[in-house]
């Protein structure tokens, strides 16, 4: 799947930046993002944090743009969160957000750096942002039902425990996964024969997600940034009226 850049699209054309760069986001960067947009402060800062790899903040930025009006909600969870850039972006982006927790057994360096570039931007992500440390499962014991799932390379069946706190949570889901362990895929073998483990597995998904009742929509960040670009988002039942 082709598709094209939602965030920061004329240094993609001029070819000022490799997308897929893992070097780090730094000072020579500045100059760049010189625009007033929200997007291009929140740039700027965290390329004088040192904060993050490009390919981090280009990641980040486009999985956001493609989900954020779908699973956008009051409380929001990252899961196997990181560096928290993604959750961070609906605390600063989106005023119906009201808390984002951020969830990964131990919370790295980069986090600080990142919050406190946001924080320079949009000093309310501060009261939005939390940062919880501990094991996927018993952190998401205590989310508020209906709290949106994000997950972003959540690393193998990890996307899959997202999945699952989400259908027990009847919540909004976006994740994009990555690491597709084949020993573990419950599609049928001639799916993942034919099309391969990646999309047998992320149809196998969609499947689960569909009995549940949910819609189900693929999408994809540029493959130039990361080859795991798959995006799947999913939108439980409207509650029925009594």
């Known amino acids: 799947m082709r598709t094209g850049y939602k965030f920061f699209a004329q240094l993609h054309k001029s070819g000022s930046f490799r997308a897929g760069d893992r070097s780090i986001l730094g000072e020579r960067a500045i100059e760049a993002f010189g625009s007033d947009s929200l997007a291009d402060k929140l740039a700027r800062e965290l390329a004088r944090e ?5 390919k981090e903040l280009f990641e980040s930025f486009e999985f956001f743009a493609r989900v954020r009006k779908f699973v956008r909600a009051p409380h929001m969870a990252d899961l196997c969160a990181g560096h928290g850039l993604t959750g961070i972006l609906f605390a600063l982006f989106e005023r119906s957000v009201e808390q984002v927790a951020l969830i990964d057994r131990s919370r790295p360096q980069s986090f600080d750096s990142v919050l406190r570039a946001a924080a320079r931007v949009g000093p309310w992500v501060l009261d939005k942002v939390e940062y919880r ?20 390379h959540a690393c193998g069946l990890r996307t899959d425990e997202c999945l ?4 027990r949570l009847g ?16 599609a049928p073998p001639t799916l993942v024969q034919h099309l391969g ?30 080859p795991m670009s798959r995006i799947l988002v999913g939108i439980p039942p409207s509650p029925q009226a009594d």
């Open 133 to 152: 440390e501990g094991k996927l499962k018993n952190e998401a014991e205590s989310l508020h039902p209906g709290t949106s799932i994000l997950g972003v």
């Open 197 to 226: 483990v990646e999309r047998a597995f992320d149809i196998d998904r969609t499947y689960r997600l569909s009995q549940a009742g949910y819609q189900v929509r693929w999408d994809a960040i540029p493959s130039e940034i990361s």
């Open 171 to 186: 919540s909004r889901l976006a994740v994009m996964p990555c690491c597709y362990p084949e020993a573990y895929c419950s």
């Open 50 to 54: 040192k904060a993050l790899p490009i």
């Open 164 to 167: 699952a706190i989400a259908l």
